[in-house]
């Protein structure tokens, strides 16, 4: 069906990061408490910008899952997806403006992530950089 992966109901209590550009490498500043059960979620990405002029810029944007409150320490990375310039010869180019969609589950290998906050890596050369905003939805396809 058309629109089948687009309709999403919007929480804030799930807002993963808002709108803005990130031209470096960066840690969310939004941490989201899952609680001490097991999640298995969708993060929405809204992509509105993504800079690919120089034909080397790569931005990965993580979900970063952590047993700790303040993701200083067991933290790891539950999903990401790739924008920009893909060093993967079977990738073109992605960067259009759009929405996307990045599953996720806060268990691995038997271990509980309660904590999750969304990272940006960005590599190349960038002159603007990325912007999008990021949301936990509530699949209701």
Same mark, same amino acid.
């Given at each position: 069906?058309?629109?089948?992966?687009?309709?999403?109901?919007?929480?804030?209590?799930?807002?993963?990061?808002?709108?803005?550009?990130?031209?470096?490498?960066?840690?969310?500043?939004?941490?989201?408490?899952?609680?001490?059960?097991?999640?298995?979620?969708?993060?929405?990405?809204?992509?509105?910008?993504?800079?690919?002029?120089?034909?080397?810029?790569?931005?990965?944007?993580? =979900?970063?899952?952590?047993? +700790? $409150?303040?993701? #200083?320490? &067991?933290?790891?990375? @539950?999903?990401?997806?790739?924008?920009? *310039?893909? =060093?993967?010869?079977?990738? +073109? $180019?992605?960067? #259009?403006? &759009?929405?996307?969609? @990045?599953?996720?589950?806060?268990?691995? *290998?038997?271990?509980?992530?309660?904590?999750?906050?969304?990272?940006?890596?960005?590599?190349?050369?960038?002159?603007?950089?990325?912007?999008?905003?990021?949301?936990?939805?509530?699949?209701?396809?």
């Amino acid at each position: 069906m058309a629109g089948e992966y687009t309709n999403y109901t919007y929480d804030n209590a799930l807002l993963l990061k808002a709108a803005g550009l990130i031209a470096a490498t960066a840690n969310g500043s939004i941490i989201l408490d899952l609680g001490a059960g097991f999640v298995d979620a969708d993060v929405v990405i809204d992509l509105s910008a993504c800079e690919i002029a120089s034909g080397d810029e790569i931005y990965t944007v993580s =979900v970063e899952g952590s047993t +700790a $409150a303040d993701m #200083a320490s &067991g933290s790891v990375c @539950l999903a990401r997806k790739a924008f920009g *310039n893909l =060093v993967v010869p079977m990738d +073109a $180019a992605l960067s #259009a403006a &759009g929405r996307y969609v @990045l599953c996720f589950r806060n268990e691995e *290998n038997g271990t509980l992530y309660r904590y999750v906050r969304i990272h940006t890596t960005v590599a190349g050369t960038i002159a603007t950089g990325i912007n999008y905003s990021a949301f936990i939805g509530l699949d209701h396809g």
